[in-house]
């Protein structure tokens, strides 16, 4: 059984670009979760969506930001006309469907964002 | 409003000593989790532990343990005859009970360094 995979796992952008960042959860998970660890700092959430629903977008920026997981495909992170403060290190984590009594939240590799 | 606080920035020992991290959180809830990752230079993050709030049995893994401490919000993690390995920075985080958002709080971190 496949982990959280995440790709790509390095991207370089120059300002004003775009960035499309992918995360495929583990096979049976619907819950996605995508957080951002800037140089030197924790982690810090940004959104929470389930299959073609955003649950909780309290953490993302208000601009340039967007996050969807259709139907099909995996869960995509979309930073538009990046800029320098974008480069960071961007994780998702993945938990099943339904009432979730663990917690469990499974990482990926995580895709680390450098904005020239 | 959910907080961690991890007040060790840094912390460095020599091999073989004990050393523990420490972890303090706040919460309205009173059920919640707590997790330990830890996130080698390689960048990944590694789960180590997770605890529910009923559960105030401390835990040994190996040479780790953690001490549950609900009296004083505590959540702390030690590490018996520490080696090279171990050095890594250490997160500690907080979620909500598993209702449908289990997004994780971190705290800031703690980056142990074993020296030889």
């Known amino acids: 059984n496949a982990g959280v995979m995440q790709n790509p796992r390095h991207l370089v952008r120059r300002r004003g670009q775009e960035a499309r960042l992918r995360c495929s959860p583990m096979?049976?998970?619907?819950?996605v979760y995508w957080y951002r660890q800037l140089p030197e700092e924790g982690l810090k959430f940004m959104v929470y969506?389930?299959?073609?629903?955003?649950?909780?977008e309290s953490g993302m920026p208000k601009e340039r930001f967007s996050a969807e997981f259709p139907k099909e495909g995996p869960s995509i992170l979309r930073i538009q006309q990046v800029v320098r403060g974008d480069s960071a290190a961007y994780f998702c984590?993945?938990?099943?469907?339904?009432?979730?009594?663990?917690?469990?939240?499974?990482f990926g590799p995580g895709t680390r964002l450098t904005v020239l | 409003a959910q907080k961690v606080t991890q007040a060790q920035t840094e912390i460095s020992v020599v091999e073989k000593e004990d050393v523990t991290l420490d972890c303090v959180y706040e919460?309205?809830?009173?059920?919640?989790?707590l997790f330990w990752y830890k996130q080698p230079p390689s960048g990944e993050l590694v789960f180590l532990i997770r605890?529910?709030?009923?559960?105030?049995q401390n835990e040994i893994s190996g040479r780790y343990s953690w001490n549950f401490q609900k009296s004083t919000s505590s959540f702390n993690f030690t590490i018996t005859a520490s080696q090279v390995v171990d050095s890594a920075v250490y997160f500690c985080?907080?979620?909500?009970?598993?209702?449908?958002?289990?997004?994780?709080?971190f705290g800031t971190g703690t980056r142990l360094t074993i020296i030889p």
């Open positions: 605890r529910n709030s009923f559960d105030e």
């Open positions: 985080a907080l979620s909500e009970a598993g209702f449908g958002n289990e997004k994780l709080t």
């Open positions: 919460t309205r809830d009173t059920t919640y989790y």
């Open positions: 096979k049976g998970h619907s819950h």
């Open positions: 969506l389930q299959k073609e629903n955003i649950i909780d």
């Open positions: 984590a993945s938990s099943p469907a339904g009432r979730n009594f663990d917690n469990e939240q499974f």
